[in-house]
């Protein structure tokens, strides 16, 4: 890491010394979810934005990064706290890379988790929410099967809270074998009710003493 890095770290934790509250959108832009779904799911974006912002400690405490996978996966957002957010806007093609998607998300936690420990930062345990419409495509079995493996693990050990949502032609059973939770099946294109839910989610967390469990709100937006 370099002098700048630690530097940006340090005056960014001096500035907002608050417990962190971290959540790793892990987004499919694979070509299937091209049109009407990548529309939808970045207006559900600035949905997210608009929402943790309303509300002040939620929007110091809740750090927001965005993984996207397709036949590539690429760190669109690395972590920011909600009022520094910008949402990207998303484009959809390839394949679906979501194992790959799952070690980067997971990976990407864990050096965060390391910079809250070096400057003494309290954290609640972090989510990855993903948001998919297929099923793991274009990587080798190895590879999805090595990240249920270790999503299990790190569920088992409190690391992490993991959620899988299914859009539209998602393969329900198949995410089911990857989590740990049952996966969500999202209502039609529903993304900006279920933002509205995460947000509210993420703000009833952050308001939490670190460790409490906490009562999420009711999902209108997906079945199980």
């Known amino acids: 890491m370099t002098d700048t890095l630690k530097l940006d770290e340090v005056v960014e934790f001096a500035e907002n010394p608050e417990p ?3 959540c790793v959108l892990l987004l499919d832009t694979s070509g299937s979810m091209q049109g009407d779904a990548i529309a939808a799911l970045n207006q559900g974006l600035e949905t997210f934005k608009e929402e943790l912002t309303k509300n002040t400690l939620a929007s110091r405490r809740v750090e927001v990064a965005i993984v996207t996978f397709d036949s590539q996966v690429q760190v669109v957002q690395d972590f920011v706290t909600a009022d520094q957010f910008q949402p990207p806007v998303l484009t959809a ?3 679906t890379t979501m194992g790959a998607g799952i070690h980067k998300a997971l990976d990407l936690l864990q050096e965060r988790k390391a910079q809250y420990r070096s400057h003494g930062i309290a954290y609640y345990r972090p989510w990855v929410f993903m948001i998919t419409d297929g099923e793991p495509q274009g990587e080798f079995e190895d590879v999805i099967e090595q990240a249920a493996q270790r999503l299990h693990m790190d569920e088992t050990n409190k690391r992490v809270a993991f959620f899988s949502v299914g859009v539209e032609n998602a393969n329900m059973a198949r995410l089911g074998q990857i989590g740990v939770r049952t996966p969500l099946k999202l209502k039609g294109l529903n993304f900006v009710e279920m933002f509205v839910w995460l947000s509210a989610s ?6 939490s003493k670190v460790d409490d469990q906490v ?6 937006w997906g079945s199980v």
């Open 93 to 95: 093609q390839g394949l």
């Open 215 to 220: 009562a999420l709100p009711p999902i209108g």
């Open 20 to 22: 962190r509250c971290p």
């Open 202 to 207: 993420m703000s009833a967390v952050s308001h």
